[in-house]
């Protein structure tokens, strides 16, 4: 019985093989799916893509791009980010944004994007990304989901405090539980016993990413919106959070932002004894300098100035490269640089490459015309 | 030709070296410029060359399931042979010149990318953008100068050998990607050496050249003519795959040939290139290669290495700028009074087989054989070839003589 159950399956599986073999012998050097991708670049097995279906302006520097996923995007929970690789004049950029709804009917997902000044990914996807646009993806990542979702207890005391585009995850959390449809909030039985204060920090209130969103859920009372302008109330001190919230003893906090503002919360919970959960938003942001350091293959790290090309530096070390025409003619010496900054000797063009913005393993260089403008990291 | 350095008139004598180098920051600007403006056309540009060709070969390769047919075989050649030609040269040549390595894209990459070749792009990179692109027609280092089998200069010493290298020439022509296969694994040099002294480098080399090579003749030999069966077109398929690759390696063969081989084209002596700054770099380069003018077609189907010298100064641009710098480039040539070498297609073609046909033969004997003499040339041939080295070099002694006796009494 087991056996009769199983020899079709068997019998395609070898037959689906050999069709496979046979397309990828009619096709090499390329592969079948160079010729597919061209026709169907969102079909299931080839590499995870996306396609913009439309982008919604949300404030005057910030927008939500919606996405339609290619066909294995296995879904995410509200909270988590997603790595978005997108061309900007031409040249394949990657970024992390927070998924900003909770799974959709439409199998759609969304971002919401603030362009930061001088940010070349996060200005192309609000002022220039249009619809019909083909992006690169990768599976939804990220710890800072609520309990609920992890399956743990649920909490219903929550704090949530959100500064800048540091809102956008906890959009998706709320977005989760109080779906905002044409006719308003819809109650779920599911978020009948939560108690939510949000508090949201941004430099001016026009700036407020979701602002329309947030009074919308403060309105219909699901949650309690606290708003704190820097220009109307000051810089936020974590110690003022007492008396802004409280019953903040009670309260689980969730807090996604800038650096600063996370480590003084955390200094504050921990004296406090308090629970948190925190996201820093455009983390392992890099700076070019003047030189900096190697990081080798095999964990060793050196000295490298701004005027040495790191395949210099990296033999002077010990370490096999491979190198060429070492004129930056040849492309022999190109290996991935997983993190850092370097500067090109020919004409100082920066190239920055941070984990979290940048394509995974890395982006590869030409060592022999790189010198180090940063901490580098490099693959070989 | 002969090596700048031995000749009565350096054509670069008038250069100081401060020329020179202001002539290579010029160059650096030309470079940046473009850097500086492109984007996203030129990514879309590429796309869709890649696009295209690989319709135009989904295409053709459907067409050929008809072959039978001859209207069929006829159209499917002519597609798939353009397509070969794209695929390798304003596509793969390019990308693995790392021309779209900008991109970032992992998909049109120098390091990621293969192609319609015998050669691994691997192999090929390292013989021909480390050795070629760096010492251009150094003689004794860019092996490009006559593929190591032919006599591309004159102070390479005549031997009867090279007469047949007209012939040699077109035979590597034809099996052209085969030829560069076994000069990228240095195949000449290698097969002296003793099987077990060969170095485990080569025979991973050739390991990998093999395999690419059953991988290719397979695709096109058998599981397309096999394709075809239905229709009862698997010779006609095979004899089109045959012809386009035999095309497309005549083409590809005669573009280089227009590159760096045309009459007039300069070569240089190995000593003269140690210490040598980017400005000198950059001259060498300026007077090592020849363009091939033209319209956008044959741009396209040349992989835009009808600016060869373009393509040589700058081989990391991408190549759909090249013909927006070239009157750039020009105007250095005449601003620092040196020759832009530039010619349409039949004469460079012309003029670098009518090189190889001289050379083929003792230097100067084809200058100097006219109607009139030659019997008595074809004698001194016939001499010359049978006669061994000793006689060669009382010939050779004899001619230098009576030119120097012409001159004295000339003087």
């Known amino acids: 019985m087991t056996d009769t159950l199983l020899r079709p399956s068997e019998d395609r599986a070898t037959l689906r093989g050999r069709l496979v073999q046979l397309a990828e012998a009619a096709t090499t050097p390329l592969m079948p799916a160079d010729y597919l991708d061209l026709i169907a670049p969102l079909r299931r097995g080839t590499d995870l893509r996306g396609r913009i279906v439309s982008v919604h302006p949300e404030t005057r520097d910030a927008a939500t791009i919606v996405l339609r996923p290619g066909v294995d995007w296995a879904g995410h929970v509200p909270g988590q980010y997603l790595r978005i690789g997108i061309d900007v004049d031409g040249v394949r950029e990657w970024r992390a944004y927070s998924l900003t709804h909770g799974p959709r009917a439409d199998g759609c997902i969304s971002i919401t994007v603030k362009a930061v000044p001088d940010g070349k990914v996060s200005n192309h996807l609000v002022h220039a990304a249009k619809p019909g646009t083909l992006v690169h993806l990768e599976q939804a990542a990220g710890d800072f989901v609520l309990p609920s979702s992890r399956g743990e207890l649920v909490e219903t005391k929550l704090l949530f405090v959100t500064a800048g585009s540091g809102v956008t995850p906890v959009i998706g959390m709320l977005r989760n539980l109080f779906p905002v449809t044409d006719s308003g909030v819809v109650d779920l039985p599911r978020s009948a016993d939560l108690d939510i204060v949000v508090v949201h920090v941004a430099p001016s209130e026009p700036d407020s990413i979701f602002l329309d969103n947030l009074r919308e859920l403060d309105a219909h009372g699901a949650v309690r919106l606290v708003p704190r302008y820097d220009d109307v109330h000051g810089v936020l001190d974590v110690a003022e959070l007492s008396s802004l919230v409280p019953d903040l003893a009670e309260r689980t906090t969730y807090a996604c932002g800038p650096s600063g503002l996370l480590d003084a919360l955390t200094a504050h919970h921990e004296a406090a004894g308090l629970p948190l959960f925190t996201e820093q938003f455009r983390a392992g942001f890099v700076e070019a300098g003047e030189g900096g350091t190697l990081t080798l293959a095999d964990g060793r790290t050196v000295e490298a100035d701004g005027a040495t090309p790191l395949l210099d530096v990296a033999e002077a070390a010990g370490a096999l490269m491979p190198s060429g025409c070492r004129m930056g003619v040849c492309f022999g010496c190109v290996v991935p640089l997983k993190e850092g900054a370097v500067r090109d000797l020919r004409n100082g063009a920066i190239t920055t490459v941070d984990p979290i913005s940048s394509a995974a393993g890395g982006v590869p260089i030409q060592t022999c015309i790189s010198a180090a403008a940063g901490a580098c990291h490099i693959e070989r | ?411």
């Open chain 2, 1 to 411: 030709m002969t090596t700048i350095q031995k000749k009565n008139v350096d054509p670069t004598a008038h250069l100081t070296p401060e020329d020179i180098e202001q002539l290579g920051i010029e160059l650096d600007a030309i470079r940046q410029s473009v850097l500086d403006v492109r984007g996203e056309a030129d990514a879309k540009y590429i796309r869709n060359v890649i696009k295209t060709q690989r319709g135009l070969e989904a295409g053709s390769r459907a067409v050929l399931l008809f072959s039978i047919f001859p209207p069929a075989w006829l159209l499917g050649t002519a597609g798939l042979s353009v397509a070969k030609i794209l695929e390798n040269m304003e596509i793969g040549h390019n990308i693995l010149h790392g021309q779209w390595d900008w991109m970032r894209d992992p998909k049109i990459h120098s390091t990621t990318w293969e192609w319609d070749m015998a050669t691994p792009a691997k192999q090929w990179q390292h013989s021909h953008n480390e050795l070629h692109h760096t010492y251009t027609n150094v003689v004794g280092k860019d092996n490009d100068l006559g593929y190591g089998i032919m006599r591309v200069d004159e102070e390479q010493r005549w031997h009867p050998f090279f007469l047949a290298q007209p012939f040699w020439n077109f035979i590597n022509a034809c099996f052209f990607e085969y030829g560069i296969a076994a000069y990228d694994l240095e195949l000449g040099k290698n097969l002296k050496i003793k099987k077990e002294n060969r170095s485990e480098e080569f025979q991973a080399n050739v390991k990998g050249v093999l395999a690419k090579i059953r991988k290719q003749a397979t695709k096109d030999y058998l599981v397309h003519p096999a394709l075809s069966l239905p229709t009862g077109s698997f010779l006609p398929t095979l004899a089109a795959n045959f012809t386009a690759n035999v095309v497309r390696n005549l083409w590809s063969h005669s573009v280089i040939m227009c590159g760096h081989f045309p009459e007039g084209v300069e070569t240089f002596e190995k000593k003269s290139i140690d210490g040598e700054t980017r400005g000198e770099w950059y001259l060498r380069q300026m007077l090592g290669s020849a363009n091939i003018s033209g319209g956008p077609a044959i741009h396209m189907m040349t992989g835009n290495l009808s600016f060869q010298i373009e393509h040589h100064l700058f081989p990391d641009l991408n190549s759909n700028r090249y013909a927006e710098i070239a009157p750039q480039v020009q105007a250095l040539f005449e601003k620092y009074g040196l020759n832009y070498h530039t010619a349409p297609f039949p004469q460079q073609v012309y003029s670098a087989w009518h090189k190889i046909v001289r050379l083929s033969l003792p230097n100067g004997w084809l200058d100097e054989t006219n109607a009139k003499n030659l019997p008595t040339q074809l004698v001194k041939l016939y001499k010359l070839t049978t006669g061994g080295p000793k006689v060669r070099r009382m010939i050779e002694l004899a001619d230098r003589r009576a030119a120097n006796d012409k001159k004295l009494a000339a003087a």
